[in-house]
């Protein structure tokens, strides 16, 4: 019987044992922000991984990496290449891989395991691979090749170059290293390469022009292939920036073609563009521009063909550098969304017009059925003017024109391939057979970036805000972070960037993508260290140097280490940084920025007959010189979490004297500002220019300035990001909530209340009487002003990460309830997992639910809880050990707590309500 007991007991130990050490996993493996990548750079290495428990205050106290050739050698611990061994640390991001140099072109396996503080261990996690590119610019073996027959650069066909090729011998794997002057797109045996659009992406291509490797194993046969490559003008030398510009960066596309077949014995053998390629301008493309549009004849799509016909012509052979070609740190640009058309009506001019309730980036795909040599015609626009017609004016000169000449199959299924539109609204013309909704699929493209931020509240007109703050994102991030993606335009704006970066990096992954176009920012920048005001530079060299634009050299690489901890990123930067803050220098007189070319506070309040003094005009200098500041502020924040200490010492003594000459300057004895506006007290207090006894007169300022507009803001584009941010710093968080929740222009909810699904270019785009801002300039998806998303999630929902401990090590979690909200969550997944905060209001209780990722620590603050007892999972918090109360700042309750989740429920305090 004893026995019996003792097996019984010793299986339940056993069972418990199991269950528990099956609590500590691991998931969300990246390298280098990429899951599995193929063609990568060897430089930098980083590993990172999510630790997944239902345990609370998990904290990892090692890892182990392993690294392999073949998974096989992994799984059986053989033949490593390289491991770590037992690593006492809690890092598990950006984890430096420092083993053995990495051979050209292969694949490798990696796996980590880890242990926790409780001594309980992971399991291996799932095996990982990442394969890398072309590490030497020597093992291009392929030619550049162009036409033969040149087109010096004018509208016309997209080329098709062609090859046939012999694979004798068994396929193992293949890979294609391919690039291309233009966008291209490949197939072979008739199957698209890959599921990349707008590729090799747009970068200052004479610096830097990537590549993208892909594995074709599933296209090859045994005996003979073929493969097209069609490129279209893109931003290479298509229509770019303003007046019909074209060529900007060379007037011949061109293409870059490398396959390599890896054989079953071993060998390898090579298919490389070279002399013995054809060109045909006979394809279907027969023109395609990225502002213009699309023509596509599907009469003469290409699937298999006789090269030696009179319509293939010899391709020539060019000498261009390979010096430049480097692999994609980014992601790239691919499908999303599908929509359909919410409704398909005829305006009042007789148009027919499909909705599809959404202002989106894209195109559109249709399935038609019509006679042989129909041309159907679509146009985009995003809104309809005040009678209900079909709107187009604020394009500017852009076309967003798509044609398609019908095959008379019996179904033609066609969507351009090297243009995009910006759309809410597409008119038909040419189609005769009565057109359906579900002939019609709205696709939204844009770079592949990961979901990472919810926002969520009980008012739906701020949920709606959130959801075009999202979709302006989506649109405006196209493998470049645009102003705008509809009209004549469709820049990589500096300022743009900058002041939206944080909301940016809570809504989506943005790490590759910021981190690619801060490397065009870098070889853009000019050799005395200004600032192009769009990277890529496609503009005029004077075109550069504006306060709050050029400023993006330090602000987003020191706010990218905020949001995600990477020091090498900083590093990376960290030169630029100084080059910019050592221009103004150069070109500053007593320290003070007062002279070059800016924008000032772009597209701020103002009236076209003022007699009253209410345009809210600030000072083009003041702004200079707050903006001068805050990048020697990002220097020195930047040299100091680089440990270059000399480098603290030199540029703190430079913001000191900064500092004095803004006062000397603009500040009154009183302390007034020479600029009254709410900008020129939101970036003063924003960046400290004032000294601590002058701040909060200020902020009284700047609460009475709100108010004197009848709780409405005034601020332009440097304005807008700061202005709630400052007035919570400074105790008037219930004015930047009257701000938030103001419904009449000019406001954030505004454009809501009339009808916007993203974020306008202007505050009142559509005038309260139904007619447009100045046609000029007048964009319907322009996401600068989505900026207060930051503060939503932050203040609002409360998710913060602490300053001192970057990327979310530690974190903060400080919701800050008002507005009459009853009611507000917000989820983030940072590097370590998701980050989640959600309160709600019922009468005076207050409910509270945090979720915190292992390998993390938090502190919560409690909104009007100083004399309130706190139950937290129905306890009192008090007396609960993995609780630790806290001094705070203010007089409310604080607790550090670790990673698990956690509900807080408590009466709130009268008196602080």
């Known amino acids: 019987m004893r026995t019996k007991k003792s097996l019984l007991f010793f299986l339940f130990q056993f069972a418990a044992i199991f269950t528990f050490a099956q609590s500590l996993s691991l998931s969300g493996l990246t390298l280098n922000y990429q899951s599995n990548p193929i063609g990568i750079d060897t430089a930098g290495i980083r590993f990172g991984w999510k630790i997944k428990t239902d345990l609370r205050q998990t904290m990892q106290k090692s890892y182990e990496i392993r690294l392999a050739h073949s998974q096989n050698d992994l799984l059986n611990n053989k033949n490593l290449i390289w491991n770590t061994g037992k690593v006492n640390s809690d890092q598990s991001t950006h984890v430096v891989y420092n083993g ?102 747009w970068t200052s291509y004479h610096k830097r022009l990537q590549y993208q490797t892909y594995d074709v194993t599933s296209l090859l046969k045994s005996g003979n292939n073929e493969t097209f490559v069609t490129v279209g003008d893109g931003w290479y030398r298509g229509n770019l920036e303003f007046k019909g510009k074209r060529n900007t960066y060379g007037k011949e596309v061109g293409l870059l073609y490398q396959l390599e077949v890896t054989h079953a014995d071993g060998s390898v053998t090579t298919t490389n563009s070279d002399g013995n390629w054809k060109v045909s301008f006979d394809g279907p493309v027969k023109k395609s521009d ?82 042989k040599g129909d041309t159907v015609t679509i146009n985009h626009a995003e809104v309809l003017d005040q009678q209900g017609n079909f709107y187009t004016d604020n394009l500017r000169a852009a076309k967003q024109e798509n044609k398609y000449i019908l095959t008379g199959g019996k179904e033609d299924i066609l969507e351009p391939h090297f243009t995009f539109q910006g759309f809410r609204y597409v008119k038909i013309s040419g189609y005769k057979t009565p057109m359906d909704k579900d002939d019609l699929t709205g696709i939204a493209i844009y770079s592949d970036m990961k979901p990472t931020g919810e926002f969520t509240s009980s008012n739906p ?100 280490y905020q949001a995600y901890g990477d020091k090498d990123l900083l590093a990376r930067q960290f030169n630029s940084m100084k080059a910019w803050v050592s221009y103004i220098k150069s070109i500053s007189k ?85 600029s009254s506006s709410q900008t020129a007290y939101v970036l003063a207090l924003n960046f400290d220019m004032l000294p601590e006894d002058l701040r909060s007169q200020a902020a009284a300022r700047l609460a009475e300035n709100v108010a004197s507009y009848k709780n409405h803001l005034t601020t332009g584009f440097l304005g807008t990001p700061y202005l709630c941010h400052v007035l919570t710093r400074f105790g008037y968080t219930d004015v930047a909530y009257k701000l938030l929740l103001q419904e009449t222009y000019p406001s954030w909810l505004y454009p809501v209340k009339k009808g916007a ?60 309830p008002g507005g009459d909200f009853k009611h507000a969550a917000a989820r983030f997944e940072s590097l370590y997992g998701e980050i989640s905060s959600a309160w709600k209001t019922d009468g005076d209780k207050f409910t509270l639910d945090v979720s915190i990722p292992a390998n993390t620590t938090a502190t919560v603050m409690l909104p009007a809880s100083e004399n309130a007892a706190i139950i937290e999972g129905g306890k009192d918090a008090d007396g609960l050990t993995d609780l630790k109360k806290i001094k705070s700042p203010s007089k409310n309750k604080s607790f550090e707590l670790g990673s698990g989740k956690y509900h807080f429920e408590y009466t709130l305090n009268k008196i602080s309500r």
Request: aromatic share 12%; proline share 4%.
């Open 290 to 371: 990225i502002y213009n549009g699309e023509t596509f004849n599907a009469l003469l799509v290409k699937t298999a063909t006789n090269l030696k016909s009179s319509s293939w012509k010899t391709v020539k052979v060019a000498d261009y550098s390979k010096d430049n070609l480097v692999a994609p740190v980014g992601p790239a640009v691919s499908k999303h969304e599908n929509i359909s058309p919410v409704k398909i009506f005829k305006t009042p001019k007789g148009e027919m017009v499909a909705d599809f309730g959404q202002n989106m980036v894209g195109w559109v795909k249709l399935k038609l059925h019509g006679n």
């Open 590 to 674: 007593e320290n003070l920025w007062n002279s070059g070319p800016h924008y000032g506070d772009w597209l701020f309040y103002t009236m076209a007959d003022d007699r009253d003094g209410k345009a809210a005009l600030t000072d083009k200098f003041l702004i200079a010189q707050i903006f001068y500041a805050a990048s020697t502020q990002n220097v020195i924040d930047a040299a100091r979490a680089l440990g270059k200490n000399d480098e603290v010492n030199i540029y703190e003594a430079r913001l000191k004297d900064i500092k004095n000459a803004f006062m000397r300057e603009y500040v009154t004895p009183s302390g007034r500002l020479v």
């Open 757 to 816: 699904t993203t974020i306008w270019e202007r505050w009142d785009g559509i005038k309260p009487d139904g007619s447009f801002q100045a046609t000029s300039m007048n964009s319907f998806n322009h996401y600068a002003y989505g900026a207060i998303g930051d503060w939503m999630y932050k203040t609002v929902a409360g998710i913060n990460s602490d300053p001192k401990s970057p990327g979310y090590k530690k974190i903060i979690i400080a919701p800050q």
């Open 100 to 201: 053995p140099k990495l051979k050209d072109r292969q694949r490798y396996f990696w796996q980590v395991k880890i242990t926790d503080e409780k001594k309980n261990n992971s399991a291996w996690s799932e095996v990982q691979f990442f394969e890398t590119g072309m590490l030497n610019n020597t093992n291009w073996t392929a030619d550049w090749i162009e036409s033969a027959m040149a087109t010096d650069g004018k509208v016309g066909p997209a080329p098709i170059f062609a090859r046939q090729f012999e694979v004798k011998k068994n396929i193992k794997s293949a890979r294609l290293y391919i690039t291309s002057h233009g966008l291209y797109e490949a197939t072979i045996n008739g199957k698209r390469v890959g599921d990349q659009y707008f590729t090799p992406g």
């Open 461 to 560: 007109l701020i949920n709606q805000l959130q959801s075009n703050i999202q979709w302006g994102q989506k649109g405006n991030f196209l493998d470049v972070p645009t102003d705008c993606p509809q009209r004549d335009e469709r820049l990589g704006w500096t300022g743009d960037a900058q002041v939206f970066f944080n909301t940016a990096a809570f809504n989506m992954d943005v790490s590759g993508f910021f981190s690619k176009w801060l490397l065009d920012l870098s070889v853009d920048q000019h050799d005395n260290g200004n600032v192009p005001v769009v990277i890529p530079d496609c503009r005029a060299k004077a075109n550069a140097g504006s306060a709050g634009w050029g400023d993006v050299a330090t602000i987003i690489p020191y706010n990218y």
